[in-house]
């Protein structure tokens, strides 16, 4: 058995059964997984995590099952890299990359609230799954439920980039690219939703969904040997991720797996769709709808649904945001590649970008242990860097040919 004790109001508190249901009938509030802390705090160690196979599922009890997991079992756990080469350049002390663009099946942080979702999906007894997507969540998706047995139905915006769509159809899904924006596609599948039985991921499965973006936080906290960042910087779509990994550190200090929690977090997003950095900027709790115009597609959600609560976990923390043009979010994409090594799509471009707005307007100081959540690989959104990086040098094959190549580059 798990240690849920039921879904829980995040506006008016009123409880729920465990079902496959999202608001709240009274006060339309969203819905979230509570657990019984006490009974996890006498059975979870960190010895014990730490005997686990290195994957999200090391964390099970702070999970929303009830049985073993069922899917995701080669997701996460992901490289938390010491970044000294980029610390130095943009002015920080300590600073570390957690890159989810390696090691999940798909090459994202999808691949953590897939795994939770379709896990829960086959526990209510769904055999379709679906969703709607700006692209890394059609990944995986599509690769999770095809390796699960499950039909899968995946909705996304017609304008995504053509290789995400590819990488989708790949695992043979029934795709289905609508003309709009996602919050267009999300408000369609509201609608279909409501009429097909089918285990919506980030619909009517969205409460447990989202408690897999936890496992980010968790393992941040074991990597930095059971200590929270001194700031983190989140990529923000939705705005689910950044309260998730707040989330993960306060579950982590309720249960005694962590002695102190002094963590600042700072959303990032493209200038061309900021909302919940612009209510930040504002200081104000309302989140203004926008229509999203950014490189940064998988970013490029217009009408957060975890905006508002994104906002207060930033207040709460003592955070801050930053908001990026297209071209910063390109030169922070080739920074991070140059001197760590690491190709992130277009929101690790994002989050990178803004993190050096944080550290250049004292937000962020030079001796705070920093993170940067890069969420996703850079395979998936290198048309975004054409016209950007360098040519080949291209040479006769002889050595004569290389040798003048060579008094160039020397020069």
């Known amino acids: 058995m798990g240690f849920v004790k039921g879904l829980k109001c995040r506006e008016c508190g009123r409880e729920y059964p465990v079902e496959p249901i999202y608001v709240c009938e009274f006060c339309f509030g969203p819905l979230e997984v509570a657990y019984d802390y006490e009974k996890i705090k006498n059975v979870l160690t960190r010895e014990q995590i730490l005997s686990r196979p290195q994957n999200l599922w090391r964390y099970r009890e702070l999970m929303p099952i009830d049985g073993e997991p069922t899917c995701g079992l080669y997701s996460g756990f992901t490289p938390l890299v010491r970044a000294d080469k980029l610390a130095e350049q943009i002015g920080l002390k300590e600073l570390y990359i957690k890159d989810d663009t390696v ?24 055999d379709t799954v679906a969703c709607a997507s700006t692209g890394n969540l059609a990944h995986s998706v599509s690769a999770h439920g095809a390796a699960a047995g499950l039909k899968r139905f995946i909705f996304i915006p017609a304008s995504l980039e053509r290789s995400k769509i590819v990488a989708s159809l790949a695992y043979g899904p029934n795709l289905i690219a609508v003309d709009g924006n996602y919050d267009d596609v999300n408000r369609l599948c509201s609608e279909v939703a409501n009429k097909y039985k089918w285990a919506f ?31 983190v910087v989140v990529p923000c779509a939705s705005g689910s991720l950044l309260t998730k990994i707040w989330k993960s550190f306060k579950e982590m200090k309720e249960i005694g797996l962590i002695d102190q929690l002094n963590c600042k977090v700072f959303s990032a997003q493209a200038t061309g769709c900021s909302p919940i950095v612009a209510a930040i900027k504002e200081g104000v709790d309302v ?55 690491i190709f992130a799509e277009t929101a690790g471009g994002v989050t990178l970008a803004s993190a050096i707005k944080l550290i250049k307007s004292g937000h962020i100081k030079r001796d705070d242990r920093t993170v940067l959540c890069i969420t996703g690989n850079g395979m998936k959104t290198k048309e975004a860097l054409t016209g950007h990086t360098g040519e080949p040098h291209h040479i006769s094959a002889n050595m004569k040919s290389f040798e003048e190549v060579m008094a160039k580059i020397g020069s």
């Open 201 to 231: 991921v980030n619909i009517n499965i969205r409460p447990f969904y989202a408690e897999g973006s936890k496992t980010q936080g968790y393992e941040i906290v074991e990597q930095l040997d059971w200590k929270t960042p001194d700031a």
């Open 103 to 126: 090691t999940h099946p798909t090459l994202s942080f999808k691949d953590r609230v897939v795994a939770v979702a379709l896990t829960k999906a086959k526990e209510f007894g769904f």
């Open 287 to 341: 989140i203004k709808p926008v229509k999203p115009n950014t490189i940064a597609k998988s970013l490029a959600i217009g009408n957060p649904a975890d905006g508002y609560y994104a906002t207060k976990v930033i207040k709460d923390s003592g955070g801050f945001g930053a908001d990026v043009s297209d071209p910063e979010i390109i030169d922070a994409i080739k920074l991070l590649a140059a001197t760590e090594g």
